[in-house]
């Protein structure tokens, strides 16, 4: 071996032993501090994620419990046109059927708004509106009309046209004398030829008018015009909705549409004016039973819960909504709340794992124009 064989065999020892590679606790660390690395990174996106998601439905539900605000503030303000004109028939029975079926799943009555008590759901109310596209006045009835008549004779029917649905109101409310729903028809029947006569029929062509009516209505009856008639109702669903049900005058059916999702709870009070001095003092949920009563009812309160749709894992609500009602005014079961302010709690016990969801509470109140406009 040569001096220049043995230089190349030191230096290819020498360069073999610099290309040693790692050792085995060298990638047994590294292995770790790339898992660590991908724990942190995937804690990051998830919480991330769960806080997009947070906002995302939270802002869903702000858009639910405002529309469904707005929905029920609509009908409830409109309710009662046509029926408030003579405020001293409010609270009179009605006598209605369909094919000769009594009409259910309404409150017959003569007023513009009845709240229900839906237990842990909360309220139900219920409006019934003239929806006559030109007008609504009462007409009165000139002549007694007997149980077998199939028509009413007015002083003027100016404005109705067969279809119409109207409601009879006797002369004198109570005492065994209850209103009616029924339809306007098209002449035909016994009706009387007198060219000074008016009369406007209700024959048993219509599905609504039965043979024979329960009582006879007498001169100084008057009928109220309901056109084509919006008779509906507003209460949260089984599956957690805002849900109206809606009377069909062509069918004589009911028909249920959920409007807007995650609505938890929807509560509803009378405003009652119990002085006699044109201001709400007293609110409850207490239904009158006579014209007087439904004359205090001057405005509904109503409240309205809204779910997020995003389940925390940790408890993120941990006691029921409050409603706060404010000051000034009588409302049973109330408790101090907000600097002095009387707050009612909207009870979510009916929500399994509730206090995993986040919740907002709308609230208006809703005076009731027509009853305003005619007291």
Not at 62 to 86: F, K
């Amino acid at each position: 071996m040569n001096v220049s064989t043995a230089f190349k065999i030191e230096v290819t020892k020498s360069h073999q032993a610099s290309q040693g590679g790692f050792t085995l606790i060298e990638l047994m660390i590294s292995l770790a501090l790339g898992l660590l690395t991908v724990l942190v990174i995937t804690n990051v996106m998830i919480m991330s994620e769960g806080q997009r998601r947070s906002a995302t439905s939270g802002s869903d539900a702000q858009v639910n419990g405002a529309l469904s605000l707005y929905m029920i503030q609509r009908d409830v303000q409109m309710a009662g046109y046509g029926l408030a004109s003579n405020p001293a028939a409010l609270g009179c029975g009605i006598n209605a059927s369909y094919g000769g079926t009594a009409l259910t799943g309404f409150p017959l009555v003569v007023a513009p708004v009845v709240i229900e008590d839906n237990g842990n759901a909360g309220s139900k109310v219920s409006v019934l509106i003239s929806r006559k596209s030109s007008f609504s006045v009462p007409m009165p009835v000139t002549e007694d009309h007997p149980v077998g008549s199939g028509y009413f004779v007015v002083r003027s029917a100016f404005g109705t046209t067969a279809g119409d649905m109207f409601v009879a109101v006797p002369s004198v409310v109570g005492g065994g004398f209850a209103c009616a729903l029924l339809q306007a028809t098209n002449s035909g029947g016994a009706l009387p030829t007198t060219l000074s006569t008016v009369v406007i029929p209700h024959e048993t062509t219509s599905q609504w008018n039965p043979a024979n009516l329960a009582n006879t209505f007498p001169a100084g009856s008057y009928l109220i015009n309901l056109g084509p008639m919006a008779y509906r109702s507003y209460a949260v669903s089984a599956g957690l909705s805002l849900q109206t049900t809606n009377l069909i005058s062509a069918t004589g059916t009911a028909a249920t549409e959920d409007l807007y999702p995650e609505i938890v709870k929807f509560q509803a009070m009378y405003g009652k004016d119990t002085n006699a001095d044109g201001v709400v003092d007293t609110y409850d949920t207490t239904t009158p039973t006579t014209a007087a009563g439904w004359q205090q009812v001057l405005a509904v309160r109503v409240a309205v819960v809204a779910r997020s749709g995003q389940y925390e894992r940790e408890v993120v609500t941990s006691a029921a909504p409050l409603w706060n009602l404010g000051t000034g005014y009588t409302v049973a079961g109330t408790s101090a709340c907000f600097t002095g302010s009387q707050c009612l709690s909207l009870g979510l016990s009916h929500i399994t794992d509730w206090d995993h969801y986040r919740y907002k509470v709308y609230d208006t109140v809703i005076p009731l124009r027509n009853v305003l406009w005619n007291s």
